[in-house]
């Protein structure tokens, strides 16, 4: 596959690629697993690069096909490194990020734990193993050691991760002591560690006179020298060991007993690469610990690169491949049959394979139940005039939901990384409680001590706390956001965290979008709006990360009634799932479904009375509607997101006898506005001259002359596209530059976000009535 990939035309001119040596060292324990111990309830994240040898398996099950492989890293191939979403076979966890798709396996064995927790229909089938296979140099991973302290807090259970410890990374071979500091890890965190470093050879030739000298040398050797005589060779190692142990006597004998071919074979037969061994461990843990098997490997085992620092890219010439095809017992033209090279009849080999266990039930993909959403959620919390924040409307609205016996509020859990109570999710939780498979009390409660929080454990609990790591946060609602799909049982997943932080969990994010994971993320406080904590906790760039991230519609609402209708969406979205036409209202791609990131402010602001529309709902979720509609010739239009919306309103104001029918636009979504838009322009161009998003319709009766002031308390290029929908002149304001402390005016007033600055531009902007004073 690999080579046939780095052979064919290159028509661009870019690299392929397909690590061949990678793969090459996983070919031993993937058997193992997949044909011997794996179970249809176990679920493995594939180490990237071996995602050849994944393809190759699912082909020979009959879960891929030959195109695909032949067409491998091609447009509409088999995938470079696993994915859910654009491979045919049966990939659990997408791959390819290094190391997320080992700290996923802990959080889907807790989410694992939570269901059976319930007591659920689909939760009575024994737990299944939640199993990552990791490249040695995937360990330098920082959100892997993250993973593994939040493990240790929730009791982790059911997870192996096998270290594929070929000792090489991408740019050479690792450091001396490695396996000690990774036993030394795993054990601190209370995990068993299992070690496979010897292959059934080695552990006979241990056995033999002179053994246990032979086997203190390897014991001894460090990595580097070790790989060197791998891509040596027999000869190599004969002149080595020799140089090393010779006139001993018995180790003497050891070695010249055997030929340069058998002597190599034997320095290479370590535990990762000897099926006996791998059953054998694998099959014997009789427990549910969580468990690292350090398993030793050759970087390229049996193939010319083996052992070689610079194997990672490496790719066997024309002429080695024609040897290893003739070791291989593959006659040329037969390359892509399915048993070529194996011995034994062709009946018996598919006897073998149609009783292997994991794949006896076939495609394990579940399917659940959509849950309803009840009216009232999109309800607004909020009386006219109050102010509230958006952050508090969100505490109520989940409050409101926690109080019901819904199903929606069953399926819903929350998670938080130690920012529970700021973010608002105090409520829901006092009423629906924390989830730990073992109950704990509240001791502050007990000791009759006075606090707003009831801090309960249970297994009933519906809120799963974490330490403060986003990367964890996003990981967690990766794994809860494919609960339907691993383990049959529908959660609705929302996650919450101070939205300048999305940032340090950004990878982990578009990892779980890249799976089709569905959630709710709350980023709450944002903006410069949190004014006296500084830049540190300002966010800027996040409205830009929400229209640019796939898999996720994001919103910025300004009032509660547009976060009310929003969230009740945002429900129903995230368990939709299918191949609709665009909808031609909007060009959005909506019956496909995804996650939602929602961004909250701590701003409390008057809640607005508004005219009638019956639209108002669809428009909110399209992602704006007119606050003031302009009239026939309007000069400006005002177009805001989020609570910037107080100076967007008064500005306008300011401005109503200076200027001509002034709108004011609410934006809640620039993503799916701006999507829209995107969308409705390539179908024009694909010939459907009629196709007309939202955004035209709402600015498609402006003037000529109408200029468009647009503000935002983040990154102006969030609405500065505004211009380009009609070819309105638009001057957009928001925050470029870290934040400093001092009040919300202070603030909006540096940056040039208040009423006044907004009037000032506008004024600048449009011509008519000039003379104005406002400072």
């Known amino acids: 596959m690999i080579d046939q990939a780095n052979r064919r035309e290159k028509i661009d001119g870019v690299k392929v690629g397909g690590h061949q040596a990678s793969s090459a060292s996983m070919v ?41 492989l032949q067409n491998f890293r091609g447009f509409h191939g088999a995938q470079s490194y696993p994915s859910r979403t654009k491979d045919v076979d049966d990939v659990d966890f997408s791959t390819g990020s290094v190391g997320l798709g080992v700290g996923i396996t802990p959080f889907a064995s807790l989410i694992q734990d939570y269901v059976a927790a319930k007591g659920w229909s689909a939760t009575k089938n024994k737990a299944g193993r939640m199993i990552a296979l990791v490249g040695d140099a995937e360990l330098d991973e920082g959100n892997v050691y993250e993973a593994l302290q939040e493990g240790w807090k929730h009791s982790l259970r059911n997870c192996w991760w096998i270290i594929d410890y070929n000792r090489q990374s991408l740019d050479g071979v690792v450091r001396e002591g490695l396996y000690d500091r990774i036993e030394t890890v795993f054990k601190a965190f209370g995990w068993d560690v299992v070690t496979l470093k010897y292959g059934a050879l080695q552990r006979a030739a241990f056995k033999e006179p002179g053994g246990e000298a032979l086997k203190a040398w390897i014991d001894a050797c460090s990595n580097q020298l070790y790989s060197a005589l791998l891509f040596q060779g027999g000869a190599a190692w004969r002149k080595r060991l020799l140089d090393d142990l010779g006139d001993q006597g018995n180790v003497s004998a050891l070695i010249e007993r055997r030929s340069n071919d058998e002597l190599s074979e034997l320095m290479n037969n370590l535990g990762g690469h000897c099926l006996e061994r791998l059953t054998e461990t694998f099959n014997g843990i009789d427990h549910d610990r969580p468990t690292a098997f350090i398993a030793y490997t050759v970087k390229g085992y049996g193939t010319p690169l083996a052992g070689h620092k610079d194997n990672h890219s490496g790719l066997m010439t024309s002429a080695q491949l024609q040897t290893f095809q003739e070791q291989m017992k593959v006659r040329p033209g037969r390359e892509w049959e399915r048993l070529e090279g194996l011995d034994g009849s062709g009946a018996k080999i598919q006897a073998f394979l149609d009783a292997v266990p994991f794949f006896a039930k076939g495609r394990r993909r579940h399917r659940a139940e959509r849950i309803p959403v009840p009216h009232t959620v999109a309800v607004s919390p909020a009386a006219v005039r109050e102010e509230i924040s958006t952050q508090a409307a969100f505490g109520r609205i989940l409050d409101a939901i926690a109080k019901s016996d819904s199903d929606l509020a069953t399926r819903i859990v929350t998670t938080s990384p130690d920012v529970t109570v700021s973010t608002n999710l105090g409520p829901w939780v006092n009423r629906r409680q924390l989830f730990a498979r073992q109950e704990l009390a509240d001791v502050f409660r007990d000791q009759h001590i006075p606090s707003a929080q009831k801090w309960e454990f249970s297994p009933k609990g519906q809120h799963i706390e974490l330490g403060i790591a986003e990367m964890n946060l996003f990981l967690l609602l990766g794994a809860a956001g494919l609960s339907h799909s691993l383990f049959g049982e529908r959660l609705l997943p929302i ?66 009634d547009e976060l009310a209708v929003i969230m009740a969406w945002a429900f129903d979205y995230m368990q939709r799932d299918g191949e609709g036409d665009p909808d031609e209202r909007t060009w959005l791609r909506d019956e496909t479904g995804g996650s939602v990131y929602l961004r909250l402010s701590t701003r409390q602001i008057e809640q607005p009375g508004r005219k009638p529309n019956s639209d108002f709902a669809q428009e909110v979720i399209d992602g704006a509607t007119w606050l003031k509609e302009p009239g026939p010739n309007a000069d400006l239009v005002i177009a805001y997101q989020g609570t910037v919306a107080t100076e967007a309103i008064a500005a306008a104001g300011m401005l109503a006898d200076r200027r001509r029918d002034i709108g004011v636009l609410s934006i809640t979504s620039a993503d799916r506005l701006n999507a829209g838009w995107q969308a409705a322009q390539r179908e024009r161009a694909r010939g459907n001259l009629r196709a007309l998003s939202h955004a035209e319709r709402l600015l498609g009766k402006l003037p000529r002359h109408c200029r468009i002031v647009t503000v935002i308390d983040g990154h102006p290029a969030t609405l500065a596209w505004l211009g380009g929908v009609m070819g309105n002149k638009t001057v957009s304001l928001g925050v470029e530059h870290f934040g400093q402390t001092g009040t919300v005016s202070d603030l909006y007033r540096h940056y040039g976000m208040d009423a006044i600055s907004i009037t000032e531009i506008a004024l600048g902007l449009t011509g008519g009535m000039s003379e104005y004073s406002p400072r």
């Open 28 to 68: 031993s324990l993937m058997t193992a697993l997949y044909f011997d111990v794996l179970r249809p309830q176990d679920r493995v994240a594939v180490k990237p690069h071996a995602s050849p040898v994944f393809h190759a398996i699912q082909y020979l099950m009959g879960n891929q096909t030959l195109e695909k």
């Open 495 to 560: 996650g919450t965290l101070y939205d300048p932080f999305v940032s340090r969990g950004l990878d982990a994010l578009n990892y779980a979008c890249y799976q089709d994971a569905r959630f709710i993320v709350v980023g709450t406080p944002s903006g410069i709006s949190l004014s006296s904590e500084g830049g540190a906790h300002q966010s800027i760039a996040q409205p830009l990360i929400g229209m640019s991230q796939d898999g996720l519609a994001s919103f910025e609402p300004a009032f509660a």
